[in-house]
Every structure is written in C-alpha cells, then in structure tokens.
C-alpha cells in the first residue's frame, strides 16, 4: 500500500472517527440516563465502531514510518466491514426497530440529529471498506 492508498484510508477513517464522535457528542448527558436495552445497545455499538475505525486510524499512521503493508489491505478491509455492521446496528437500536428513535436519546432541538450522524457513519465504513477492497482486490 502506497503513500497515497494510506492517505486515502486515513481520510475515510477520519470522517468515520468524526461521525462516531458527532453521535456521542449529540447525545451529550442524556448518556447517562440510558435504560433500555435498545439504548444501551446504539450506545455501545457506537463505542465499538469508534475504537475500531481509531485503532485502524492508528495502525495506519504507524505504518507511515514503517512497512507493514503486506496485511494492511486486509486489515483496512475487515476494519471497514466491522465497523459498518457496528454502525448499522447502532442505527437500528437507535430506532428500537421501529421508525421512531429513542425518547431518552432523541435530541430533536439539536442539528445535526443522532441519527444524521449514524447515517454518515455507515457511509464512511462502506467508504472504509470499500477502499479496502479496492486497495486489496487490485
């Protein structure tokens, strides 16, 4: 992986990182007034993608210095794919599988909404991913 395919990772990582943060950032205190299990699943979900797309992040920036990139493809790709199904799930507790979003988290006076931030976290994990698969494919 060159110089450029890592600085094309790290710019997807980066937005996703941005995007995790925006939604625990919107939920603010109402994080400790979480009960439901719904709740507490888009929270912690949330928390997963976010360590996940950092820990890519990271190990990305180490590689810079030094070579590593026989299984950076792979790890960028599995990175991607992991914390796509983390963001979808948080997405989907948010909504307590159903079309209205949790009342405990729910920040209607805020723009963006935690939703909105969910929906570009799931777009910078496909761009993850499929960065990695473009990078590993090719």
């Known amino acids: 992986m060159g110089f450029f395919e890592k600085t094309l990772s790290l710019i997807a ?3 996703g990182i941005t995007c995790s943060l925006g939604v625990i950032g ?3 205190n109402a994080i400790k007034e979480v009960t ?3 709740d507490k699943t888009a929270l912690s979900c949330t928390v997963i993608a976010l ?3 950092t820990g890519t992040f990271v190990f990305i920036l180490i590689t810079l210095c030094c070579s590593c990139d026989k299984c950076l ?3 960028v790709l599995i990175a991607g ?4 199904f983390f963001a979808v799930i948080a997405y989907i507790a948010y909504y307590d599988w159903s079309t209205t979003p949790s009342l405990v988290l729910s920040t209607p006076n805020k723009v963006p909404r935690a939703s909105e931030w969910m929906f570009g976290n ?11 698969c473009t990078l590993t494919f090719t």
């Open 13 to 15: 990582l980066a937005v």
């Open 26 to 28: 919107t939920w603010g």
């Open 36 to 38: 439901t299990s719904s």
């Open 51 to 53: 360590s996940i797309l």
């Open 73 to 75: 493809n792979v790890i």
């Open 81 to 84: 794919g992991a914390a796509l």
């Open 122 to 132: 799931i777009i910078s994990s496909v761009a993850v991913l499929l960065t990695g």
